[in-house]
């Protein structure tokens, strides 16, 4: 391969590479996926906008019946752990407010 297309092929890879990294990067920002780091800055008393602020909006937002609040799930952007995913949970009371977070390890090929 001459130095000319080993090169374009570089610039090609780096190109790709920096575009699949930045997708992620936006999806992190939007929503949806957070990282560990993102997970453990939410606390009790914090108000739904500065939890939206801190990590984004979240990939669901769920109403339980007996819970006065929402709870809104996000997923850790971990991928040390082959065959699993983590959940995150951010729990609402009914003034909007945290009242508890938790994380959940659930395999991707669970059986039924």
Do not use: C
Request: hydrophobic content about 40%; glycine content about 6%; aromatic content about 8%.
């Amino acid at each position: 391969m001459n130095t000319v297309k080993a090169t374009s092929l570089f610039k090609k890879t780096v190109l790709a590479l920096s575009l699949s990294g930045a997708a992620l990067m936006a999806l992190a920002a939007n929503g949806y996926t957070v990282t560990p780091k993102q997970a453990v800055t939410i606390k009790p008393g914090m108000s739904s906008a500065e939890v939206r602020a801190l990590i984004g909006r979240p990939a669901h937002s769920l109403k339980f019946r007996k819970d006065p609040g929402r709870t809104w799930i996000y997923d850790v952007n971990e991928t040390n752990i082959p065959n699993t995913h983590t959940v995150f949970y951010v729990d609402f009371g009914a003034d909007n407010k945290v009242v508890a977070t938790s994380e959940r390890l659930e395999t991707d090929d669970m059986e039924f």
